[in-house]
């Protein structure tokens, strides 16, 4: 077979559908040349996933495309024009300030995937911005985006991590970098809102019509497009909010411009994964009220989805008010089916077998939420409690003793531990495959924040050892690997001021 890939010295098999679209939705930009480009991480079997020759993408012309110097074959950068509710207030203009979508490559499942550089200099919508990233940052969404991707959780991906030599101003002068981000495609709620905004139903449908070919090609048909299309949308984000539970994410910045229509988790500034588990727990340094809070979530994606309905709403077919009517029913159905989505995936937790009967849902959901109350009591890791289960059920192993250790009051757990057991006895799953399951969903490594900061300290200092070493670690989440278990293990005293920061 000959991959149009390799054929020629081309990087990028550049096939850009966005810039097919109406002009007005985005600017024609060109990246800002950086000084000195250094590769610092190089994503090898993203690049195989997408079709491009890794060793190519190594290579010094290749890395001054991917600093932004040079412009690919094939390229058309733009930014993209988008709005969004930032803390729940409305911003009409956002947009990539400091972005720049290089083109989109047709990847090895013959999925369209977004190319884009962060960090790359001002674009028209960079505001007072500087359109620049700092280094810490860049590798921070590097490592936490590749570990929700290796953790089954749907998400941007990150390709490279390129030093510029320039110094970033922010409080203090910072090394500069530039990530290369991999996106199914970046258009958000936010982009909707743009243009339902200034009633450019034109755009809207041009929009809408581009996310189905891209994402939902299944709906172009539906009687009404717009309407399936929100139901696919909210699925999706139903799905990929309840993983982000499953794993004790909390995004930290769930603005209307930071939630895909993909169902890829985007934007990785102020996120973090809990150490013990507390549904209030907000790492964020600027959300002072906790809206976006670890426990709020699916709150937030359906006041989120609200919107992307109400911008929607102009290419529903039939009156205005029967419009509104249907869609408003769709947006109340939410709650509920996050509700199963979160339960499906608490149950896998549980060990408990895919195929529920029905009388067995109202019990197991309580089950699930009375082991986390349980551990928010009693301030138990979040990720080490679910790991450790696996060892407690029935027939319980000398591991066992260790998860009630991580309980103040290993009583209460116990109690906790009765019930579930009892519930096991009635699955039918072997106690052998209940292992294998759990093990294989509950994760034994996570980024811990300490653990993150300790290499991203080391890597400001020019060395890229403890990085590696924990991006090989998180690369394979499940698996015992005994010679890393210090990186398993939350901090000796958590530290209640961890802050995040907005700004890559
Ligand atoms: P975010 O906090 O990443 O969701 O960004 C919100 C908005 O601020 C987006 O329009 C970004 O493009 C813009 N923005 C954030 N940082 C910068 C920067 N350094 N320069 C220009 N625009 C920025
Ligand atoms: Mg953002």
Known sequence: MVDAATTSDEIFAFDNSYVRLPERMFARVSPAPAREPRLLLLNRRLAEELRIDPDRLGRPDAVEVLAGNRIAEGSDPIAMAYAGHQFGNWVPQLGDGRAVLLGEVIDRNGQRRDVQLKGSGRTPFSRMGDGKAPLGPVLREFIVSEAMAALGVPTTRSLAAVATGERVYREDALSGAVLTRVAASHVRVGTFQYFYARDDVEALKALAD??????YPEVADAEAPALSLFEAVKARQA????????????????????????????????????????????????????????????????????????????????????????????????????????????????????????RAVEEDAGLAADLLSTMEANGADFTLTFRGLAALAPPETADGQAVRDFFADPGAFDAWVG?????????????????????????????????????????????????????AVLARPFEDQAEHVHLAQPPLSEDAAYRTFCGT
Not at 210 to 215: L, W
Not at 423 to 446: C, G, H, K, W, Y
Not at 456 to 471: I, N
Request: with cysteine.
């Open 210 to 215: 581009h996310v189905t070919a891209r994402h």
């Open 239 to 358: 799905d990929l909010v309840a993983r982000w539970m499953g794993v004790g994410f909390i995004h930290g910045v769930m603005n209307t411009d930071n939630m895909t229509i993909s169902g890829e988790t985007i934007d990785y500034g102020p996120c973090a994964f809990m150490d013990a588990h507390r549904e209030g727990q907000v790492f964020s340094s600027i959300d002072v009220g906790g809206r976006y809070a670890y426990g709020n979530q699916p709150r937030i994606a359906h006041w989120n989805l609200v919107q992307l309905a109400q911008a929607l709403l102009p290419l529903l077919p039939g009156s205005k008010e029967a419009a509104v009517e249907r869609m408003q029913a769709s947006v109340d159905a939410f709650p509920e089916l996050f509700q199963t989505a979160w339960l499906g995936v608490m149950r896998r937790k549980l060990g408990l077998s895919p195929v529920a009967e029905a």
């Open 419 to 471: 019930r579930w057991t009892a519930r096991l006895a009635a699955d039918p799953m072997s106690p052998a495959e209940r292992r294998v399951a759990m093990n294989q969903t509950n994760p034994l490594f996570i980024p811990r924040n300490h653990r993150v900061e300790e290499a991203l300290a080391a890597a400001e200092e020019g060395d890229l050892g403890p990085l590696e070493t924990l991006r």
